[in-house]
């Protein structure tokens, strides 16, 4: 049973990958509490941010293991101080992922944040089961990729959880919700869940809500960030591109549109893009929460900035939650090298040669940026088959991989010896060795996930 008691809710979301600027919140906030104040009576506000990729949390891992005390968003303080002791004041609440491997330790900082900020300290909620590093979890996850899990160094492996701990976080008055690993849409399921009452099985107005946290998981790109093409599909104000908000109604359904005073555009064209982004299949769109079918949803622009997402159905949600498994991958080795002026791209594809003829034992990855990299292709079949342009003006990349650093390592000294050792004319030689990280995902029975929140103590 749907409810339709309650007034529509706000979510904005500031921040769509580890990384992204960290001044997106301001004019984020600055809108929701301008709405509050004049939205009816009852009506609540969210601010959420998605910062978990496939492999941010692995690199997370890492760090926590150098200092127990990291391991959580890099940049929380540069997102959150700005704008935390104004949420607290105006009663807009957080939801995020910037846990990553380390919530507690996130929501430690948050409450220091907080008193250095001479606000109250806040009722913070850890969300907590993703991590599947427990012996008896590992026995599972062996169980379904064989005994080759024996031969990993398992950096990480979570699962990828759902929004009912984070509805019950907040329904135990949760100001604050830090998660690690749970799926993008559910930062924004979790907060509607909570707001009108829905039960876990209310499968068509979960579906609309994680449509609706799809459309703002990524940030500015249903703004026009990952839209705009100039003079093909040209998108004002880039530079200042505003942040989304979607107001959720009781049913599910949504208007996205953007902070006020930013640049950027909301268009039936951008939020069809972001809706259609990352989907394999628009009838199934799996998540832990539901299974959300597109097949029929209706996209209608209401005004200037303002588009009405609706038709979204569901159907029950998967028994099995996706799990990501990270693992040491061996070495990744980049050189790059400069050629310019006549010949430039003969002189490139001469260096490549000598490189392949000198690294015996590795793999190559040859691009020639400026003529040929992106079409490009590993084993080196397009640059084979295609001439020599002409190009004036060219970035010879070679890379290659190996479980063997001082064999990586080789890669960085021969093209750094191509300053003199020729052909003619190189410069500007950049070499990095990296450690590499590789994925494999598996399935795993929901029972066998336990999740579960808890108030953290200020």
């Known amino acids: 049973m749907i409810s339709t008691a309650r007034p529509p809710l706000l979510i904005g979301c500031a921040a769509g990958f580890s990384g992204d600027r960290t001044d997106a919140a301001g004019p984020v906030i600055d809108t929701l509490i301008a709405r509050l104040a004049q ?23 890492l760090r ?165 093409d100039p003079g093909y599909k040209d998108v004002p104000g880039l530079d200042r591109v505003g942040f989304p908000i979607a107001e959720i109604e009781a049913d ?63 159907h029950a949600r998967p028994a099995h939650y996706k799990v990501n498994v990270c693992y040491e991958g061996g070495w990744l080795a980049e050189g790059e090298i400069s050629y310019a002026g006549a010949r430039a791209e003969g002189r490139a594809r001469l260096a490549a040669d000598v490189l392949r003829s000198r690294l015996q034992g590795l793999d190559l990855r040859v691009d020639l940026i400026g003529a040929l990299s992106v079409f490009n292709d590993d084993a080196g079949r397009a640059l084979a088959a295609t001439p020599d342009s002409g190009m004036r003006d060219v970035r010879l990349r070679v890379a290659a991989t190996h479980a063997d650093r001082s064999e990586a390592e080789r890669l960085g000294r021969e093209v750094m010896a191509l300053y003199t050792c020729g052909p003619a004319g190189g410069g500007g030689v950049r070499t990095t060795l990296t450690p590499r990280l590789n994925t494999i995902s598996c399935l795993l029975g929901r029972e066998a996930v336990p999740v579960r929140f808890e108030m953290v103590a200020p």
């Open 39 to 61: 939205g009816p009576a009852g009506q609540r506000a969210f601010l959420i941010f998605e910062t978990l990729a496939e492999r941010t949390l692995a690199l997370a891992q």
């Open 64 to 228: 926590r293991r150098a200092d127990p005390e990291a391991g959580y968003e890099p940049l929380l303080d540069a997102m959150l101080r700005p704008v935390l002791a104004r949420c607290l004041a105006q009663g807009i609440r957080i939801v995020s992922n910037f846990g990553a491997a380390n919530p507690r330790a996130a929501a430690r900082h948050i409450t220091r944040m907080a008193r250095e900020l001479g606000a109250p300290a806040p009722h913070i909620a850890v969300v907590e089961g993703d991590d599947l590093s427990s012996p008896a979890q590992r026995a599972l996850l062996r169980e379904q990729l064989g005994a080759r899990m024996d031969e990993l160094a398992v950096v990480s492996a979570n699962a990828y959880i759902g929004a009912e701990p984070i509805a019950a976080a907040l329904d135990a008055g949760a100001q604050i919700v830090v998660c690690g690993r749970v799926a993008d849409p559910s930062l924004t399921v979790g907060p509607a869940m909570s707001h009108f009452g829905w039960r876990a099985d209310d499968w068509t107005a979960l579906s609309r809500a994680t449509m609706a946290g799809h459309l703002l998981e990524c940030g500015a790109q249903v703004c026009g960030g990952y839209f705009a």
């Open 252 to 314: 599910g359904s949504c208007v996205i549109g953007k902070a006020d005073g930013t640049g950027g555009l909301v268009t039936e064209a951008s939020v069809k893009e972001q809706l259609l982004y990352e989907v394999h299949d628009p009838a199934a769109y799996l998540t832990p929460d539901v299974i959300a079918d597109i097949g029929e949803a209706q996209v209608d622009a209401q005004g200037t900035d303002r588009v009405l997402l609706s038709g979204v159905r569901g």
